[in-house]
């Protein structure tokens, strides 16, 4: 069981910057694929960016230019630089694993609980 922790969100206005973290405990020995997901109220959850143990990444369109994804797997942690953000990326963001590469959600195996970003115009 591999459990995960979402920080870092928080209200911020068009054109700042985030960084999320999110902090992996349990049974980390695998090489778990991490991923980041994202979820507007009414909307299906989406794709945000995924990265393996080795940091080959991959992200969605709408953010590729935009966010990094990256790990410390010493450390258990994987995070998502968020820059130039937009009104349209307010969304809860969600941290999962999964034990190959993956960019839609049913493939990943934990998730955390969520950490709600807001950017305002």
């Known amino acids: 069981q591999v459990q995960l922790v979402e920080s870092g969100g928080g209200l911020v206005q068009a054109g700042d910057s985030l960084r999320l973290s999110c902090a992996a405990s349990?049974?980390?020995?695998?090489?778990?694929?991490m991923g980041w997901f994202r979820q507007a109220p009414g909307k299906e959850r989406e794709f945000v960016a995924t990265?393996?143990?080795?940091?080959?990444?991959a992200y969605a369109d709408s953010v590729k230019d935009r966010f990094t994804i990256s790990r410390d797997n010493a450390k258990n942690k994987v995070y998502l630089q968020m820059s130039s953000l937009k009104a349209e990326d307010t969304a809860v963001y969600y941290c999962?694993?999964?034990?190959?590469?993956?960019?839609?959600?049913?493939?990943?195996?934990?998730w955390g609980r969520g950490t709600q970003v807001t950017v305002s115009s």
């Open positions: 349990g049974r980390t020995d695998r090489h778990y694929v």
């Open positions: 999962a694993a999964a034990l190959q590469r993956a960019t839609v959600a049913g493939l990943y195996d934990y």
């Open positions: 990265i393996t143990w080795g940091s080959i990444t």
